[in-house]
């Protein structure tokens, strides 16, 4: 089973910074990209940030100039950089990642069991 285990989360104020780490383990044969994604009470779950395995990335508008997704290929963890934070980014992250564990299998989502980001006034 492949486990995706997220970490970083915190209390900051408006304007700081954090830094969210999602690391992989079990039997991955590869990983094709892995994002980050969150949820804030009431609302429905959203896209934040994503990254393939050629590092090219993609972010919400809302995070456009503010976040940074990286990957070490070598750890198998993903990272969510997150500066200048708003009250607006308080949310639940989770860690998502598309993977197979040998060649011939489907490519499949596993997902983190998040980490609580809460941004203060």
């Known amino acids: 089973q492949v486990r995706l285990v997220e970490s970083g989360g915190d209390l900051v104020q408006a304007g700081g910074s954090l830094r969210l780490s999602c690391a992989a383990s079990g039997r991955i044969f590869s990983i094709k990209d892995m994002a980050w994604y969150r949820q804030a009470p009431g609302k429905q779950r959203e896209s934040v940030a994503e990254?393939?395995?050629?590092?090219?990335?993609n972010y919400a508008d809302s995070v456009k100039g503010r976040f940074t997704i990286s990957w070490d290929n070598a750890k198998n963890t993903v990272y969510l950089q997150m500066n200048s934070l708003k009250p607006e980014d308080t949310a639940v992250y989770y860690c998502?990642?598309?993977?197979?564990?040998?060649?011939?299998?489907?490519?499949?989502?596993?997902w983190g069991q998040g980490t609580q980001v809460t941004v203060s006034s």
């Open positions: 990254i393939r395995s050629s590092h090219s990335t």
């Open positions: 998502n990642a598309q993977v197979r564990q040998n060649y011939y299998d489907n490519w499949f989502i596993v």
